[in-house]
């Protein structure tokens, strides 16, 4: 069995914190860890624990699958995943509009 590559997981974690202006205190926050423990985890300096990598992925509003898109084989890519992300919160009706806008488009 291939490791997981621990240093592009850091990698995406780390420009998705700064593209979306978070401190690695607020992320720290919401994930229950320390400051410093963020900041080894993106400089790869300590590979980051299910749990942690759980909870970073709700601090940072992405998916677990979008950190891990490289990391197996799966027919959808990175888009799909956040587009049905983006989904689970909508109401059904809106679900059925986007549903016809996407028939429309093909």
């Not at 677990?64 to 992300?85: A, C, K, M, R, T």
Request: charged residues 25%; contains cysteine.
């Amino acid at each position: 069995m291939k490791e997981l590559d621990f240093p592009k997981i850091a990698k995406k974690l780390k420009e998705i914190r700064i593209s979306k202006n978070m401190t690695q205190e607020y992320v720290a926050s919401v994930a229950d860890v320390n400051v410093s423990h963020i900041s080894n985890i993106e400089n790869n300096r300590v590979k980051v624990s299910l749990s942690t990598l759980v909870q970073m992925c709700n601090a940072l509003d992405v998916t677990l699958d979008f950190i891990l898109s490289d990391e197996y084989n799966d027919v959808s890519g990175p888009i799909e995943q956040e587009i049905l992300h983006e989904l689970q919160s909508c109401p059904y009706e809106t679900k059925v509009q986007i549903l016809k806008i996407v028939k429309a488009l093909k």
